[in-house]
């Protein structure tokens, strides 16, 4: 059900906290359901993508117990997996990095799983998912009389070559259910998104240590959105920021917003951001797609003209958001230009405008909260829709920033 909220403008000047991190959750989630237990992985995000991913490891036998900081996984997959040969349906929502880990996942075991997800994901890359998982024995069909996405294992082999092209997901996905097998997971045609497959192999070692407590940080994502607002107009404190995650690709935003103006800085309060006099960037998107919405809207409001280019991995997520950007920057009137065949956008940014629209987003959360940041800078009073839908990653989005 479609629900709205109404944007005000005020003043941002305030101390908060922002979720830890889903990219990490549903990567440590997976190790932990494949080692040994107990696993206790802490400090998880109130997120739908997180939850969904909980829901169908337990439905698949594993044991898991939650707390307000976490879980424990008690035993391990396949392990526990029943012996029935009746194939058993998992609903996995439209989260991409649910079932984009949950197929390979799954393969590990014997008995046929039928995922059936919900939304854009059902029209989202998949077929080289299905493709490496068969390379590897096992049975992964999308879209049959069955389900939305079949699969049935087990996976086994020497090898397996996973194409990178459109999201580095596959090969993640592939490499944390093959963690405790001598597979060699070899990526082709790797080029976009590659801070997230360096996470996923950092991440990899932990889960081959001997270590039974993972510790999710802080999501520098969610971040980006009360930092982007403070860099724009205002000020804020991130308490449970203390460092930054070089691990995290949308660590990088942190960078560039101190480029164009921004003031940052660590202390023992946390990390403060403070606006100043923005000027323009240029600024390649393809290594950290989920923070490029939010640093278009910062452009909006910096002297000069920024260019943001190699924006094509943005066309593979909950919607296309470079279409989607496109639309938010036509409907408060940003003075831009894209280019459709090289995927790139300039911004001639307006500091001080003020414009005041009610808008309705596509059902993407980041497109959501891009959509707030705007309306806010505006002059506020608008009605934003979808507004639901930030509960994927960051529940308490409106709570927090307003």
């Not at 989607?324 to 995927?343: A, C, G, H, R, W």
Request: hydrophobic content about 40%; overall charge negative; some cysteine.
């Amino acid at each position: 059900m479609d629900s709205t909220f109404k944007v005000l403008s005020a003043p941002f000047d305030k101390e908060i906290e922002v979720p830890s991190s889903k990219s990490y959750a549903n990567r440590l989630l997976i190790l932990a359901a494949i080692k040994d237990g107990p696993v206790s992985v802490r400090n998880l995000p109130l997120s739908s993508d997180v939850e969904t991913m909980i829901d169908c490891l337990k439905k698949v036998g594993l044991n898991i117990s939650e707390s307000a900081n976490g879980v424990i996984i008690k035993n391990s997959f396949p392990e526990c997996e029943e012996k029935n040969p009746l194939a058993l349906t998992l609903k996995t929502k439209d989260g991409g990095t649910t079932n984009r880990f949950l197929a390979p996942f799954l393969a590990r075991g014997k008995r046929k799983y039928i995922m059936e997800a919900e939304g854009h994901m059902r029209e989202r890359p998949m077929e080289g998912l299905a493709l490496a998982i068969e390379s590897l024995g096992a049975q992964a069909k999308l879209k049959t009389r069955e389900g939305w996405f079949v699969i049935k294992g087990p996976m086994s082999g020497d090898h397996v070559e996973v194409d990178c092209t459109q999201t580095t997901q596959f090969l993640t996905g592939i490499a944390l259910a093959l963690v405790d097998k001598p597979t060699e997971v070899i990526p082709i045609n790797l080029g976009v998104s590659l801070p997230y497959w360096e996470l996923t192999k950092t991440l990899i070692k932990l889960g081959k240590s001997d270590e039974n407590i993972y510790q999710n940080p802080v999501d520098f994502s969610s971040l980006s959105y009360p930092l982007a607002l403070a860099a724009v107009e205002g000020e804020v404190t991130v308490k449970n920021c203390s460092q930054v995650d070089s691990n995290q690709a949308d660590s990088a935003f942190l960078k560039v917003l101190e480029e164009m103006g921004a003031s940052l800085k660590f202390s023992s309060k946390g990390l403060t951001c403070k606006s100043g006099k923005l000027k323009a960037t240029d600024f390649d998107g393809s290594q950290c797609p989920d923070v490029i919405p939010t640093l278009l809207y910062v452009c909006s409001f910096a002297e000069g003209t920024s260019r943001i280019s190699n924006l094509e991995v943005l066309t593979h997520k909950e919607c296309d958001r470079f279409v989607e950007m496109i639309k938010i920057l036509e409907n408060f009137e940003v003075n831009f230009t894209f280019d459709p065949q090289s995927y790139e956008i300039k911004i001639t940014g307006e500091p001080g405008r003020k414009l005041s629209k009610d808008y309705l987003p596509p059902a993407d959360h980041r497109m959501v909260m891009v959509t707030y940041l705007f309306q806010r800078t505006l002059g506020g009073g608008n009605i934003l829709g979808n507004a639901q839908h930030v509960a994927k990653s960051f529940s308490n989005f409106f709570d927090v920033m307003e």
